[in-house]
């Protein structure tokens, strides 16, 4: 009866330690550093340094001119990203450009789907929105 009791309690056990929360897996597809290669179907300028950051429900990053924040929700493949705030320094014009199609990009988007560590974030029809690439 304990041999019984304790082979029922260790496959108990052995089940649920294998399930998975779906919203943290999700969570660590788009969590860390990402590069900003393209915004708008737009290369970035090469000495761009734009950047995304996806933390816990934070997100942060520099649009190549400006610093920026705000928040974004996931749930499953659906992703909403509010944007809160930005400094304000002056950018040459090419960057100018950058920061404007970034920021008018990013409330946009409603899904993101990432293939061979490119994350592309997308609208609601299927246009992907804005192109980054894992950060090394």
């Not at 610093?67 to 040459?92: H, P, W």
């Amino acid at each position: 009866m304990i041999k019984h009791l304790a082979l029922v309690s260790a496959a108990f056990f052995g089940l649920t330690a294998c399930q998975s929360t779906p919203e943290s897996t999700i969570e660590s597809e788009i969590s860390g550093h990402w590069h900003v290669n393209k915004v708008a179907n737009v290369q970035v300028k090469s000495f761009s340094q734009a950047s995304i950051e996806f933390n816990d429900g934070v997100i942060t990053g520099n649009n190549g001119c400006n610093n920026f924040m705000g928040e974004y929700q996931l749930e499953d493949k659906q992703l909403t990203i509010t944007t809160s705030g930005a400094t304000r320094k002056a950018c040459v014009n090419g960057l100018v450009q950058q920061e404007k199609r970034l920021m008018e990009s990013l409330p946009n988007v409603v899904e993101f789907v990432l293939k061979n560590d490119v994350l592309s974030l997308k609208d609601a029809s299927g246009k992907v929105l804005v192109e980054l690439s894992a950060k090394q």
